[in-house]
Structures are given as structure tokens and as C-alpha cells.
């Protein structure tokens, strides 16, 4: 079955810890960038220290040499899982892999869950292009640096699953409940639909940050997972 990831996208670890309170039944959780500049690594180490599988999403997207070395700091702290930009290339892929060795898990953004057509063509400069097409090249150029899997959209997933074979991650962002709002994420789907397309790890944040009831929100995504 499809993993859960609660993304704690909050600005302090305080509402962090009081959310977890509130939603026992969580398991992984993302710490990005928010609560990561805020809290630090101490944050990252608490979690571990409290039994939460943990997935670092800072999509490193730098020189080798400069993510090897976070990459490094990662799986010292004892991370399970690490985001990178497939756009930084093979060559930073591959390295970012051989150093984090097989007991933490390296994965590729593709194209983010915010970028309609229009918007990836004028970051890639391209007038014409397909976004299935695109996360589907990025994710070829993954699996050549042999890294463990990719990061998506759900309307890539069962594309990408098809292309990957069955072992690859397939982590996939924009999930919400079937009346949840799409927000800044143009490319969303359920969790039920995503898991069906071959998502192994499914990231939520604002519908259940932001549900009046966290606990039943959770247990709702929970209960479409089937």
C-alpha cells in the first residue's frame, strides 16, 4: 500500500509538534524548507528521535561536489528520504546517490505540481511541450544516474510507472480529498487515484494542516488508500 506523508509545512517546530499531536496515526512525515530553515536540523533529529520516518525535501539543485555534502549531512542525521532537481543533471544525480549509499533513499523532482504547460515552457524556453512528455524525459535522465525514484504530479504517475518498471519511488505531491481545494498545486488528484496509478509515497499538507479536524482529514485520505 501507498505511504501517507504528512508535510509539515509550518513556520515553527511548536506548530509541528502540535499538529503531530493531533494526528497520531501519521507515520512519515516532510519536513521542506520552511520548517527546515526555521528549526534547523534539530527538528530533523527530534522526529527521528520519536519514531517518524523522515523526508527531507529541499531539492538540492547545485554543483556535485555541494550536494554530495548535504547529501552526506542528511544520512548523518538520519534521514529516510532526500529530494534533488532531476534539472540539475546525470552527473549531480549520480553523485548524490553514491553518497547516500542504500539506506537513504535519493529522489528526482520533475516537474513541480505548480507549473502548468505555458509556465514549464518559459522556464525551459521552449514554445511547444507536453508536461507528461517532459516529467517522462527528466525521469529517463533519473534513472540513468540511478537514483531511487522520481517526484511528480499525479497525472504523470501511472506514465511514469510504466516507464520506471515497478521497483522505482514514486513520490507524489498535490493529493487532496475529492472537495479540497487545489490552491497554488494546478495539477492535483486524490489519494485513492494516485495510489491505483502506481504513487508509492503520497504528500499532503494543507487539507490536513488546515482541516478544522486534522485527525479526520488523515483518516479520510487514509480510508481512500482502500
Do not use: C
Not at 542525521?77 to 547516500?100: C, R
Not at 487545489?182 to 496509478?197: E, H, I, L, P, S
Amino acid at each position: 500500500m501507498a505511504e501517507l506523508v504528512l508535510a509539515l509545512d509550518l513556520p515553527t517546530p511548536e506548530a509541528g509538534d502540535k499538529i503531530l499531536a493531533r494526528v497520531p496515526a501519521v507515520r512519515w512525515v516532510k519536513v521542506g524548507s520552511v520548517l527546515f530553515t526555521a528549526a534547523g536540523p534539530s527538528m530533523v533529529t527530534n522526529l527521528k528521535s520519536r519514531g517518524y520516518r523522515v523526508f527531507l525535501d529541499l531539492k538540492w539543485h547545485d554543483i556535485p561536489n555541494t550536494v554530495v555534502g548535504a547529501v552526506r549531512q542528511a544520512r548523518r542525521l538520519g534521514v529516510d528520504m532526500v529530494t534533488v532537481h532531476t534539472l540539475g543533471g546525470e552527473g549531480m544525480m549520480a553523485a548524490a546517490k553514491e553518497a547516500a549509499g542504500a539506506d537513504l533513499a535519493v529522489v528526482g523532482v520533475t516537474v513541480l505540481t505548480s507549473h502548468d504547460q505555458a509556465g514549464f515552457a518559459a522556464v525551459v524556453g521552449r514554445d511547444q511541450l507536453d508536461l507528461g512528455t517532459e516529467a517522462e524525459r527528466l525521469a529517463e535522465l533519473a534513472q540513468r544516474a540511478g537514483i531511487d525514484g522520481v517526484v511528480s504530479s499525479p497525472l504523470e504517475t501511472a506514465r511514469l510507472r510504466a516507464l520506471l518498471g515497478p521497483d522505482k519511488l514514486l513520490v507524489t505531491p498535490g493529493i487532496r480529498g475529492a472537495g479540497d481545494r487545489a490552491g497554488d498545486q494546478v495539477r492535483v488528484a486524490t489519494a485513492g487515484a494516485a495510489a491505483r496509478a502506481g504513487s508509492t509515497h503520497l504528500v499532503v499538507g494543507r487539507p490536513v494542516l488546515e482541516a478544522a479536524d486534522p485527525a479526520q482529514a488523515w483518516a479520510a485520505l487514509t480510508a481512500d488508500l482502500g
